[in-house]
């Protein structure tokens, strides 16, 4: 999952503001690239409120036309899974293959299927 | 909490080619090779600015002008996804900033030389950003997915200013003589710091090997280094100039070129902070942080009492 780039930044050691020390709070930036395609996350930059993120993310993350639209969102506002319930987590997907297309035992003669 | 256990599910990630994210569990020395590593990385990309930004008011044309500027923006840009990567592992910038600042953390030796003339700006194009390069492009296969996910970034924008160096040379090359002489002059210089940027060579480099296991590096110093010198002694053809090297050879057996002896001492005395320019460097560092720290504060002191209304609107809604 990309989103967990800078999660880790979130781990405890964040003031209230996502401030550590003076620093400004971190934001994670999505950009999307053209109408029609998702935003997809791009990385993360420091940004002291939600119009400086999006102007700095504008510099650092679309110097070259990267994209038609940028999303910012301060990362202690993101929220990940954990990894290491991961097979917990995933795992009752695991035996139901019926939800696959190439679970069901077809003739070669069926067209346009 | 480490245990065998999550040692070896990490190794056996590293085995598969799976990338280690930052919320996985990782040893704490991959942790804090990867730290040193990338801070290091993005601090050379920001004092990297410096050389080049010497020439920026007296680029020869317009079109140089507007190339400079826009390379050392990139290499700006490429400080801060490399910060940003860093900070994934629980550093802050603060605290990488404090490190570069007090000279406990390094950055790139190179940066330590002067830009004495207007063909530097071809020399670092060409041998500075290419040596990088051939050390970047493996790096996007990084076992750590934000490093190799910012080397990819990287990678794609470096190309140009490897292109625009080049074709300073020829420009230079195909002139007058002084001219000519001006490029000769700067690729003497730059020559053998840029093959020194691979590093010691692999039997002083004792970090390497565990390096290599992690999957962080994929070749040796000396692999990389060899590679680049076997496409300098070629390239240097085009421009109708020559490597500062009497024992540069093609090697027929080898099937590479052959180079003379590096100057290690003069390597570990610019690393350790006896270069032409490494207190010049950090101090013109420290001090563009100190001039913006009213900034800084003006910022995040306006931004707490009353954050500006976002023109746009909230992406959902
Ligand atoms: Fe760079
Ligand atoms: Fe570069």
Redo the contacts between chains.
Sequence with gaps: MEEQNSISNDDGNNSPSGARGNEWPLWEIFIRSKNGLDHKHAGSLHAADAEMAIENARDVYTRRMEGVSIWAVESKYIHASNPDEASSLYDPANDKLYRHPTFYDLPDELRNM | MHNQEEEKIFLDKIDKEIKI?????MPEQYRKTLIRQISQHAHSEIVGMLPEANWITRAPSLRRKATLI?KV??EA?HG??LY??A????I???EMIEQLHSGKAKYSSIFNYPTLSWADMGAIGWLVDGAAIMNQVPLCRCSY??YA??MI?ICK?ESFHQRQGFEILLTLSKGSEAQKQMAQDSINRWWWPSIMMFGPNDDASPHSKQSMAWKIKRFSNDELRQKFIDVCAEQVKILGLTLPDEKLKWNEERKHYDFGEINWEEFWNVVNGNGPCNKERLAARVKAHEDGAWV??A??A???KN??????RL?TV
Excluded at chain 2, 87 to 90: F, S
Excluded at chain 2, 307 to 312: A, D, M, N, T
Aim: charged fraction near 40%.
């Design positions: 994210e930052p919320k996985d569990w826009a923006q990139d840009g801060l996804y940003s990567a900070e994934t592992m629980n802050s910038r603060d997915g934000p996910r910012a970034r924008e800084r504060e910022a995040a306006h931004a707490k954050p500006r209304p976002l023109k746009g992406a």
